[in-house]
């Protein structure tokens, strides 16, 4: 549970971001509650430990995937992910969508743990996910079968499913032009959970 206090905390840090898209900085929050920057970070510290904020790539305080009213939340979309050959890409949030996690069988995400790719390329149209598409991916351990965003040997991204055959862990594309990837390092970033489809404009 989260104290008065914290509680105010994140209701700041929730409406700063929608209304400016970034997260507030502690000498902004410190400033509005008229307290200490150091009595800001020990609240900041402990709603991270609740899952509630996360600490940012500019260093900030803030929520990766901000709830909003009724049953929604704003998930945020982190850029391309190929479904194609791996390739090396920066995730950058370049939006948020307000939705229901329900539509993708999710009640309560944490804060962190809900979020969007961008599909580029055709690796992956037997499974219905075409280039251009919105994939819905949630942090959990796969399992065989799941269709992953996976970081290959450390250094390059892509979807595909995730199989296990003869002992070995392989990456497989849903087209039969694609062949199957066996990483010497891999890392699931993220099990897709569902797909939304954009027409081109």
Same mark, same amino acid.
């Given at each position: 549970?989260l104290t008065?206090?914290?509680?105010?905390?994140?209701?700041?840090?929730?409406?700063?971001?929608?209304?400016?898209g970034?997260?507030?900085?502690t000498?902004?929050?410190?400033?509005?509650?008229?307290?200490?920057?150091?009595?800001?970070?020990?609240?900041?510290?402990?709603?991270?430990?609740?899952?509630?904020?996360?600490?940012?790539?500019d =260093?900030?305080?803030?929520?990766? &995937?901000?709830?909003?009213? /009724?049953? #929604?939340? +704003?998930?945020?979309?982190?850029?391309?992910? @190929?479904?194609?050959?791996?390739?090396?890409?920066?995730q950058?949030?370049?939006?948020?969508?307000?939705?229901?996690?329900?539509?993708?069988?999710?009640?309560?995400?944490?804060?962190?743990?809900?979020?969007?790719?961008r599909?580029? =390329?055709?690796?992956?149209?037997? &499974?219905?996910?075409?280039? /251009?598409? #919105?994939? +819905?991916?949630v942090?959990?351990?796969p399992? @065989?079968?799941?269709?992953?965003?996976?970081?290959?040997?450390e250094?390059?991204?892509?979807?595909?499913?995730?199989?296990?055959e003869?002992?070995?862990?392989?990456?497989?594309?849903?087209?039969?032009?694609?062949?199957?990837?066996?990483?010497?390092?891999?890392?699931?970033?993220?099990?897709?959970? /569902?797909?939304?489809?954009?027409?081109?404009?």
């Amino acid at each position: 549970m989260l104290t008065e206090r914290q509680e105010e905390v994140l209701d700041f840090v929730r409406d700063y971001q929608r209304t400016h898209g970034v997260a507030p900085s502690t000498r902004e929050i410190a400033r509005t509650f008229q307290c200490s920057q150091p009595t800001v970070l020990k609240h900041l510290q402990s709603l991270a430990r609740k899952t509630q904020v996360d600490k940012m790539a500019d =260093g900030k305080w803030g929520c990766k &995937a901000l709830q909003v009213q /009724g049953h #929604l939340f +704003a998930a945020p979309v982190y850029g391309a992910i @190929p479904a194609g050959l791996p390739a090396m890409q920066e995730q950058e949030p370049e939006e948020t969508l307000a939705i229901d996690p329900a539509v993708f069988g999710l009640r309560h995400p944490r804060v962190g743990h809900f979020w969007f790719l961008r599909v580029t =390329g055709d690796s992956m149209i037997g &499974a219905h996910i075409l280039d /251009g598409d #919105l994939v +819905a991916l949630v942090r959990r351990d796969p399992v @065989p079968g799941d269709i992953i965003a996976a970081l290959v040997d450390e250094t390059t991204t892509t979807l595909k499913r995730y199989v296990r055959e003869s002992g070995r862990i392989l990456l497989r594309a849903a087209n039969p032009r694609f062949p199957d990837l066996a990483p010497a390092r891999l890392e699931s970033q993220g099990v897709v959970v /569902g797909v939304i489809r954009r027409q081109p404009a």
